[in-house]
């Protein structure tokens, strides 16, 4: 299954060409990927979304964002850019263009830290985040550079990604020829081959990248802990998630319940980290739920 052709659309966002799909009515869904650019073993975009996006748009308004540098979404167009809050930002000023208010945004990994920050810093036009599967957001320390270690192949080979999503997975049977396919589109493009270099070998990823993140986890960390999350909080976690173990999917929610009046956290057994591709049925259920709830 490929996301349908049609429902492909693009916009400039302050100078960066931005692709995102777009189908369906009722209330609106962000869903954003997690990785993050630059990275050399798997070139992610929102065609990861393909086994959800088309049972979602059948009950929802959803939107599948290829993050800033992401995807076939432009690089940032700074140096100083090469952080993933500049990708918020990006977030932000791609909602207000399209004049988007009440969304619940839905992010995975990488993509979880993205809408947790989003949804704290403009919760004037969030109406609920979701969580997913995502170490970066939670306390604690994934298993990422164990798990992934030496990967076979050349960096973004069709070899080094399947192995890359057979590392983060519980069963295989998710990891389908449209996904690679989709994947290795966006690792021929010049400028993937670009972001590569900017983090690895002109080093932004260890002099600005993750310097950034760890000083934003820490904010994240202290926001939930005094004031919690200022809109209704979703956590969703993969219970045999080899990168992001199930206790810090529990240690976020029980930092996250504290001072968030309407929290939930939910397990899906016989699922990784892609919780939403292994187990895409339950996952369906679990949002179409939480959202029916709110409203």
């Known amino acids: ?29 962000m869903l954003v990927f997690g990785g993050n650019f630059g ?15 088309e049972w979602l748009a059948s009950r929802f308004h959803v939107i599948a964002i290829d993050k800033l540098g992401q995807g076939h979404t432009d690089n940032p167009l700074r140096d100083e850019d090469y952080r993933i809050h500049a990708a918020v930002d990006h977030g932000y000023a ?6 988007l208010r009440n969304v619940h945004l839905v992010g995975h990994s990488r993509g979880g830290y993205y809408v947790t920050r989003l949804t704290l810093e403009h919760p004037e ?5 979701t969580c997913i599967d995502s170490n970066t957001t939670a306390p604690g320390r994934g298993l990422n550079e164990i798990v992934l270690a030496n990967p076979p192949g ?11 999503y057979e590392k983060y997975a519980y069963s295989y049977h998710h990891i389908t020829a449209d996904l690679l396919d989709a994947n290795m589109k966006v690792a021929a493009l010049p400028k993937t081959r670009a972001a590569i270099e900017k983090m690895e070998k002109q080093k932004l990823k260890t002099s ?19 004031k919690g999350m200022p809109r209704p909080t979703n956590i969703i976690w993969g219970y045999n998630d080899p990168t992001a173990p199930f206790e ?9 319940m504290q001072r968030t009046p309407v929290a939930q956290f939910h397990v899906v057994n016989e699922a990784g980290h892609h919780v939403f591709r292994e187990q895409p049925a339950i996952f369906n259920e679990i949002l179409r739920g939480w959202i029916a709830g709110l409203a």
């Open 1 to 29: 299954m490929a996301m349908p052709a049609a429902s492909e659309k693009w916009i400039d966002i302050n100078g960066v060409k931005t692709r995102y799909f777009e189908k369906g009515s009722g209330p609106t869904v």
């Open 39 to 53: 990275a050399p073993d798997a070139a992610s975009s929102a065609a990861v979304w393909d086994t959800n996006f």
């Open 94 to 99: 791609f909602l207000e263009r399209l004049g």
């Open 125 to 129: 036009i969030v109406a609920s985040c």
């Open 154 to 164: 050349e960096p973004l080979s069709r070899e080094c990604q399947k192995w890359t």
């Open 208 to 226: 600005l990248f993750l310097p950034d993140l760890q000083k934003g986890r820490m904010q994240v960390f202290a926001w939930l802990r005094d």
């Open 248 to 256: 810090q999917g529990v240690a976020l929610y029980e930092l996250t």
